[in-house]
């Protein structure tokens, strides 16, 4: 059998990783400003993950919801405590679509509606509802074509309260990445983000803060949604969360409540997914890695403004968006194969740079100098 060809990959066989490099088979070293797409947040096989994980394989693995599983408290409690939302109520699940997902389901539950508001250039998955939310129509096949989406600009508040005034009783949610990713680190501003949290109030519906590539320490706070001082009713996440290891996770504010069935995994909150979850929030407490994430990417985000030549460097802590001119297209490509950096991309033109959250300023000063010879 071959693989489904969906992804264009480079062709670089990764075999090893420590903190924030990586290696190859061929024994090349590499800086991974990329973290496997957001995902790495402690870094590479951080001993304290690798010993939480391989003791809990040692105890068991894997065990189904049909029974108690105390790991899953103690995440929740650690979770709410370090996000600030300790009354908040915790589901887990496996992905970032899931997680999206299940949110968009619950608020529909919640409140009976159907209407959901996403923004352009959103990206919140690929499975059904989530996919629909995704403003790329080139993964949305015709079965997940969702009349019940309204697409509204990102940022424009009039555009919101508009719609809000026009349809406000049948708007389910507004769903929201406090800094797109995908789309190309686009960050919400804090004004729009209380924009929707009074909408959402004033006319029954719910605040769904998409926190899986944007949250969990990345933008300096635990949800970069933060930034504006507003809760939102639930935040979905994933990446980061995990270190690596599949988990993704709703917290859900005390108003919305659950009921037997309401939602569900086979998966979700497994024994090994906990272990490595806890050990994520053990390592960016002790080793205070949201502080590191804001002071790192704000030295990195001074400096990258100093280049003439870069159109606009955007973003919060350590996911940050380099903006480049069409004539700089090849520099992402030359880090990686001259000097051996991962970054990651978004259209047309944008070096995505989405590092583990203990990167030093060593690290970020190699990355400054390569950047500097490629452009
Ligand atoms: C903001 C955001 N939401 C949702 C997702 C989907 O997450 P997953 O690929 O884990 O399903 C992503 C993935 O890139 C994302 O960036």
Redesign the pocket.
């Known amino acids: 059998m071959k693989l489904f060809d969906v992804y264009p990959i480079n062709h670089i066989n990764i075999v090893k990783g420590q903190g924030c490099l990586v290696w190859d088979n061929l024994g090349q070293e590499y800086l991974d400003l990329y973290g496997g ?2 995902v790495i947040s402690i870094g590479h096989t951080h001993p304290h993950y690798v010993a939480r994980l391989t003791e809990q394989l040692n105890k068991i693995g894997f065990y189904s919801n049909s029974v108690e599983v105390p790991l899953q408290v103690q995440l929740a409690e650690k979770l709410g405590r370090i996000s600030g939302r300790e009354d908040y109520q915790l589901f887990l699940c496996n ?6 997902e299940n949110a968009l389901k619950l608020a529909s539950f919640a409140n009976g509606r159907k209407k959901i508001v996403a923004f352009t250039k959103a ?5 059904s509802l ?1 996919v629909a939310a995704t403003d790329n129509p080139k993964i949305v096949a015709p079965v997940n074509e969702n009349p019940n989406i309204i697409r509204l600009p990102f940022n424009d508040s009039d555009a919101l309260k508009a719609v809000f005034d026009d349809e406000g009783e049948e708007i389910c949610a507004v769903i929201i ?1 406090g800094i ?3 789309g190309g680190i686009q960050v919400a501003s804090a004004e729009f983000l209380q924009a929707i949290r009074n909408l959402c109030n004033q006319h029954g519906a719910y605040f769904i803060a ?1 926190a ?3 949250g969990y320490g990345r933008s300096g706070k635990f949800y970069s949604q933060d930034y504006a001082a507003v809760d939102a009713d639930i935040y ?1 996440m ?2 980061g969360m995990g270190n690596g290891f599949p988990i ?1 996770a709703i917290s859900i504010s005390p108003n919305l409540k659950p009921w037997h069935g309401m939602l569900g995994t086979t998966f979700g909150g497994n024994h090994l997914a906990c272990a490595a979850a806890l050990a994520v929030l053990d390592v960016m407490e002790q080793e205070n890695l949201m502080a590191n994430a804001s002071k790192v990417g704000d030295y990195l985000i001074t400096e990258l403004k100093k280049f003439d030549k870069v159109l606009e460097v955007r973003g919060r802590g350590l996911m940050i968006g380099i903006d480049l001119p069409p004539e700089l297209s090849h520099v992402r490509k030359e880090l990686l194969e001259k000097h051996h950096i991962f970054t990651g991309t978004a259209s047309p033109n944008v070096i995505r740079l989405l590092p583990p959250l203990n990167l030093t300023q060593a690290y970020a000063d190699r990355f400054l100098e390569a950047f500097a010879k490629s452009i």
């Open positions: 797409h957001a992905s970032g679509a899931e997680a999206n990206f919140h998955g690929r499975t989530a990445e797109q990713g995908v998409d899986v590539q944007c979905s994933a990446k993704g």
